[in-house]
């Protein structure tokens, strides 16, 4: 049981933004994604969750393919993304965006789902009835984690989770993180912060201008901090 991307290349606007990026992320680990600013590896999470097509490449989930997929469809296969970007549906409350986010399950699944969420972020349960957009960066981000979450994913893709956020909170979600892997969710982490995602990845895919640099064990980036450095300068 693994989620394989093998060969994938995106273009956007013309231009190739992924080029040839493989990669395996496997059930309770973390994949951490790393690279500077515009090294693709926004790009590759959305191709990944159907959100981008794909200008070739595999992907497959458990061995299913789903390279094409639309983003739902892909949802239901097993894979859910959390964009770059805190979104929620600001004008709902926060009940109403995780209903709405649960809309492709079975009306017996709705209220079993809500609960795991409320369990995992209590926080989240404590603001039921309070409109998305009046939460602060932090708590919209767990929101955002508990959309794709709603889906039962068994492979979550996560883009930026701790972009603006405060330490504490960061740690938080961190928590969370750890608390997914220990049952069995397998993790695509996206961080510019490299030590967020250092501190629960076991392997990761180091990017620059589109392509993987290093794909391998965190230990060894830990061992030769060079590829990172390549990566970013």
């Known amino acids: 049981m693994t989620l394989l991307i093998e060969d994938l290349s995106v273009r956007s606007q013309n231009k190739e933004v992924v080029r040839n990026v493989s990669m395996l992320v496997e059930p309770g680990h ?5 690279g500077a600013n515009g090294a ?5 999470v959305l191709a990944v969750a159907g959100m981008l097509p794909l200008a070739h490449g595999r992907i497959t989930v458990d061995g299913l393919p789903i390279q094409g997929c639309t983003p739902d469809a892909v949802r239901q296969a097993g894979v859910a993304a959390v964009p770059e970007g805190h979104r929620v549906l600001t004008r709902l409350s926060v009940d109403d965006n995780l209903r709405v986010a649960g809309a492709i399950l079975q009306s017996s699944q709705v209220e079993p789902a809500l609960h795991e969420v409320y369990d995992l972020f209590p926080e989240l349960a404590e603001r039921k009835r309070q409109l998305a957009g009046s939460m602060s960066g932090g708590q919209q981000q767990m929101l955002a984690i508990g959309h794709a979450l709603m889906a039962h994913p068994r492979y979550l893709l996560i883009d930026e989770m701790s972009l603006g956020l405060a330490p504490l909170i960061v740690k938080r979600l961190v928590r969370v993180i750890e608390s997914l892997m220990a049952k069995g969710v397998g993790i695509v982490l996206v961080e510019q912060f490299t030590e967020v995602a250092l501190s629960v990845a076991t392997t990761a895919v180091v990017m620059r201008a589109g392509e993987a640099r290093y794909t391998g064990p965190v230990d060894e980036i830990r061992r030769r901090p060079e590829i990172l450095k390549e ?3």
């Open 40 to 44: 693709g590896k926004s790009e590759l």
């Open 30 to 34: 973390v994949t951490a994604v790393l």
């Open 231 to 233: 990566a970013y300068f």
